[in-house]
T-cell receptor, first 112, second 111 residues
Framework: DAGITQSPRHKVTETGTPVTLRCHQT?????MYWYRQDPGHGLRLIHY???????DKGEVSDGYSVSRSKTEDFLLTLESATSSQTSVYFC???????????FGQGTRLTVV | GDSVTQMEGPVTLSEEACLTINCTYTATGYPSLFWYVQYPGEGLQLLLK?????DKGSNKGFEATYRKETTSFHLEKGSVQVSDSAVYFCALRFGNEKLTFGTGTRLTIIP
């Protein structure tokens, strides 16, 4: 299994609070991604990174920010959590062009 | 933009039945194509892949052939088992771009 660790695995937070999810990899892969999974929508890309300090928006980036200060870590921040951000969040990594992505175990976030 | 359309679920089959889950894509050019599987409470795992037209990906008895003419990548298995119960996702990727996923198909196999 690819070395990807997401933390925390579960979190319940209140509306309006900031939340940071962490993705840590030990594979030295260049590309890292944050997806959210919701019933009926499959997986939708939030943000991705193609190198240290190089990030870009995905299709559902509003309300989210990311940072990548080291190759191995990719942080996803919800600046002010809303109930619509209740979801399962997956981190993925990929080594190169046209290659597959490897996924973490996911973080279940509930905003109450 | 690029998109993936998957067969609507859920799909329920008896053990040892034949399986086909349809997947078609819309893209400019020739992406790499993937099938992922997600077991309950887990992340996605790569099941198989194909990177060019007419390639056949296979793994664990599952197969899918990259059909450029019909822009399809249907997932097939000749005899399913209870342990195949999961959600299956078709996906595509161009170069170093993001993976684009279909909405997933939930498969349940009844003993």
């Amino acid at each position: 299994d690819a070395g990807i660790t997401q933390s925390p695995r579960h979190k319940v937070t209140e509306t309006g609070t900031p939340v940071t999810l962490r993705c840590h990899q030990t594979e030295n892969h260049r590309y890292m991604y944050w997806y959210r999974q919701d019933p009926g929508h499959g997986l939708r890309l939030i943000h991705y990174s193609y190198g240290v300090k190089d990030t870009d928006k995905g299709e559902v980036s509003d309300g989210y920010s990311v940072s990548r200060s080291k190759t191995e870590d990719f942080l996803l921040t919800l600046e002010s959590a809303t109930s619509s951000q209740t979801s399962v969040y997956f981190c993925a990594i990929s080594g190169g062009v046209n290659t597959e992505a490897f996924f973490g175990q996911g973080t279940r976030l509930t905003v109450v | 933009g690029d998109s993936v359309t998957q067969m609507e679920g859920p799909v329920t089959l008896s053990e040892e039945a034949c399986l086909t889950i349809n997947c078609t894509y819309t893209a400019t050019g020739y992406p790499s194509l993937f099938w992922y599987v997600q077991y309950p409470g887990e992340g996605l795992q790569l099941l198989l892949k194909a990177t060019k037209a007419d390639d056949k990906g296979s793994n664990k008895g599952f197969e899918a052939t990259y059909r450029k003419e019909t822009t399809s990548f249907h997932l097939e298995k000749g005899s399913v088992q209870v342990s195949d119960s999961a959600v299956y996702f078709c996906a595509l990727r161009f170069g170093n771009e993001k993976l684009t996923f279909g909405t997933g198909t939930r498969l349940t196999i009844i003993p």
